[in-house]
Every structure is written in C-alpha cells, then in structure tokens.
C-alpha cells in the first residue's frame, strides 16, 4: 500500500495556516491557495510497522522521491545516500511581500506627511496585499509585469483617483528597485487613463444652493434622541458645521474633531502650521463666534464629537451620514455634481476669488499652490478674465473697423 503523504504546517507557517493543521497536494494546487515551506510527512504501513514520519522535504516532487525509496527498502529506517550537497547561499534580497510593504509604509510615515495621504497608502499597500494573496504569492520577486497589468485593471477608480494610485504603485515599485529587491521596473508600461491630467474646474456650492442647504438644516428641526454612545443632534448642530466649512475651508476631518480650546482664539481659526514654521489663521465673524461657544458651554471644546469615540475616520463618518441627508434634503443637484462635504471648502476659495482677493493669498489660507488654485478655480479668478479682456482689447485696437450702414428692417 502506498504512503500518504501530506504537509503538515507549523507555527510560524508562511500562509498563514493554523498550527498542526495538514494539506495535500490536489488541495494546495487550488487558486488562491497561499504557499508556504512546511514540512511534507509520510503515513502508511512499511514491514509491518505503521509510521508517521517527516519527509525533511517541502517540495512534494521531492517528498515523493524520498516516500518511494522508503517503500522500495519496505523500510521506515532506510536512508537513501545523497551526494555531497553544496553550501547553501541564503539569497537575502529575496524579501517577502510582508516585509517589503511594511518597509515602504515605514519611509513614508518617517517623511512625516500627512494623515490622510498616509491612510491613501495603507489603503494601497491593503489592496496589493489582497492580490498577492489571491496570487499565492509570498516573496516580492514573484510578482511579474503581467501581474502588473492584471493589478492595475482591476481597480475601478475614476480617472483622476486611478493616476493617483498608479503614482503610488510606481513610487513602491520605485522604493523596492532602490533596495534591489526587484531587479526590473515592473511597472514601466503602465500609464495614466487617458484625460486624468486634464484639471478639472472644482464646484463649490453657488450662493442659491448654499441658502437650501440652511433652510434644509430648519427642517431637520431640534435635537433627537441619541443613539447609543451618542448625543443628541439638530438642525442647528448640522448648520453650525456647514458656516464653520464655509468660512475656514477646513476639511470635514477637521471640522469634525474642532477642538475650539486649541483652534479658536477670538474671531482667529488656526489652519495649520504655515511653510515658515508659524501659525496661520483665518478670521470669522462674530455671530459665527457666538453659536461656537454657545455649542462649547453645551458640549465642551469638542463641539461636534458624535459619541465617545475620537477615531477622526469614525466621527468623519458620522458627519457624511448626517450631511447627507441635509443635502437629499436640499435638493436636487445636478447628476455631474453631487453635493459633497469637500465642496464646503471649494465654496471658501470660490467666495475669497470672487471678493477679489489675490490668488496667492487664497492659496495660502488653503494650503495649496498658486498654480494649483488657478488651474481649478479659473472662472472665479478675475483678474484672469481681466488680463484675458485687456490682452484681446490691445490686439484688436488698431484693426481696421467697417463703417456702419443701415440695413433693412432698421438694423445698422
């Protein structure tokens, strides 16, 4: 009778698999299987004396071969003569997929950038994880251009979100190369959807939208019973948090864990800390002042804490389910531009152009570039449409200019 042969796996198991758990071949041949080096055993009856008995093989060809020379011998003792083998060489550019995702996670939170690009690269990182083990896949090197190709057709960003994240699968690919863990750039034909480095114009909301928005917040009325953990919430509330998007462009990340003892000073709203190492403000009115701290002395400083949890993802959430229903509620909007939180801080730049403010002030109180201010808000800049007029105005003065003739029906 044959040996059965099976692999039994360890604690410290490559997969992943529970300890002493046992596969087969046939089984570990299945897709998604996720590979390891624990050892193969042999069970069966050799001389009449039934054994279990580890192979020392991980490889199942392998194991195979030691099994038949076992039965050959009809003995669980037989030891088949090997050639010398040579020295081992431990390849230790042969990093894991672990290891080197863990590595490049490192390097970015080391260059201290921002939380929520930091969180837009262990998403990433989680995402190519998952492939990888969909693949079987447990050393970087595994991974080819094809699996590449296979990686990035899967997504199903919109165009802009999908060249973003093929910068961060680039700049992986880029840090791995540096370290010689991979000895070829395999995303090198891997390019941007096509119309994704076209700028598009940002929407903020317009002054009409702004105004059903409020009247919306009226509707949802006074505070109602909280849910468990959490405290009552109103129109007034909702509205509180829309004037403070408005009149900051904060983020709805932090809005919604606005901590008025460290960010309000007088009618000064800290932003952030500027380039230059100092604090930069902006400035709200009074009334706006009034309702924050009539908030704090009912709430404290965290005025719009959903519940007991400081989780800046959690509160965010809570603050886009309750948005959500002002803006069902203050609608329609238009199909190619939904009302979202992020259009608060679109309504901030929006308002500062149109008062005639200079651009590089407005991209300072943002936190972006001259440049970037421009591209997506040029139809609210205008000392653009200005230059533009003048610049038409010069070029077309001394053209010649035809006389005018009456013509039929008293048009001249």
Known sequence: MALRLYRRHRKECEGGHPEDARSGEFEEGRRGWKRCACLIHASGTLGGKFTRKQTGKSNWDEAKETAADWEAAKSWDHEPKEPPAEPKVIDETRITIENATESFIASRTNRGIAAPTLSKYKTFIKQLRAYCDSRGYLRLDQLTVADMDRFYASWTDGKCAKAKKLDRLKSFVKFCLKRKWLTEDITEDLSAPQGSSVPANKMPFTDAELARIYEACDQIGGPKPPGPGCRPWGGEDVRDFVLLSVYTG??????????????????DVFLRMHKTKKELYTWIPDWLVARLRAGEEKYGPLIFRAGSA??????????????????????????DEPATPHRFRHTFVR???????????????????????????????????????????????????????????GRA
């Open 310 to 335: 400081m989780n800046m993802r959690a509160v965010s959430e809570r603050w886009r389910e309750n948005l959500g229903r002002v803006f069902k509620m203050a609608g329609p909007f238009p199909a």
């Open 351 to 409: 308002i500062l152009l149109e008062k005639g403010v200079p651009v590089a002030d407005v991209a300072e109180l943002v936190g972006d570039t001259e440049e970037v201010v421009r591209l997506h808000y040029a139809r609210w800049v205008p000392e653009r449409q200005a230059r533009l007029t003048k610049i038409l105005k010069d070029a077309f003065d001394d053209k010649p200019r035809p006389k005018l003739v009456s013509m039929p029906g």
């Open 250 to 267: 904060l983020r709805i990340s932090d809005v919604s864990t606005f901590n008025i003892e460290e960010r309000l000073k007088g009618n």
